[in-house]
């Protein structure tokens, strides 16, 4: 698979940037010194198949493909930000399932396969920021989908509603009427075993009946409201009899 992805790579980087990138309007150079030397140590010239030039004074480093890469190379220890592609082979999907989860989890996961269930393994057993299968960088352009990492590759997400709520507290608020503190005493010390069972069956009612928080809601209402109608009958009963 390396043998045939290269080549495809390669002749995809000379279409974009011709046999010299260097003097290529569309390539882009390291932004400052500092980054153009950090990159610079990363590449490791004995195992650079393609590309591997660069220029101190333009702060450019060509397209470059790496083999035989392992995973104590300086290149597998951080994020590269640059133009460098490392190859590490493995021999089954199972196996390159267990590499990226020996690993920090990545702001971006990239599938490229024509398998829709070996995409859906690959997603269902990794966990990621984003990922996106067989393109890159699409799933960071609407600005409806959340873009942001998950563990150390960062936390919150961000674009449209999303960007608001990263920056939020969603704060709970709730108003009891006075009047509720006589329908639910039975919560308050002391205890017996009779009004832990009874709270013990409401709270399984609320589970049970009304998994929704809406309707847990309007239920409490209704039973409020017949409650306070009954003690208000009964009120008014007793001041006829008198």
């Not at 390669?10 to 990159?39: G, M």
């Not at 984003?130 to 600005?143: E, G, L, R």
Request: proline content about 6%.
């Amino acid at each position: 698979t390396e043998n045939r992805l290269i080549p495809e790579i390669v002749k995809a980087w000379r279409q974009f940037y011709t046999d010299n990138p260097l003097n290529s309007e569309s390539y882009c150079h390291i932004i400052n010194n500092r980054h153009f030397e950090r990159i610079t140590k990363l590449i490791n010239q004995d195992k650079v198949v393609y590309g591997g030039q660069i220029d101190s004074n333009e702060n450019y480093i060509s397209p470059t493909i790496m083999t035989n890469v392992t995973e104590n190379d300086n290149i597998m220890q951080e994020e590269i930000f640059g133009p460098l592609l490392p190859f590490i082979t493995v021999n089954n999907e199972e196996d390159a399932i267990k590499f990226i989860n020996n690993r920090d989890k990545p702001l971006a996961l990239y599938v490229f396969s024509s398998k829709k269930n070996l995409a859906k393994q690959i997603i269902d057993s990794t966990s990621a920021g984003s990922t996106c299968v067989n393109d890159v960088i699409f799933q960071v352009a609407p600005p409806s989908l959340p873009f942001g990492g998950v563990g150390s590759s960062g936390l919150g997400a961000y674009h449209g509603k999303y960007s608001f709520d990263s920056f939020s507290h969603h704060r709970t608020v709730v108003y009891a009427p006075n009047w509720t503190e006589f329908l639910i005493s039975k919560r308050n010390p002391p205890y017996n075993p009779k009004v832990v069972a009874f709270m013990e069956r409401l709270t399984q009612i609320n589970r049970r009946w009304f998994p929704i928080p809406q309707f847990r809601c309007w239920f409490w209402l209704l039973i409020g409201l017949i409650l306070a109608m009954l003690i208000y009958n009964i009120t008014c009963g007793m001041k006829e009899d008198k």
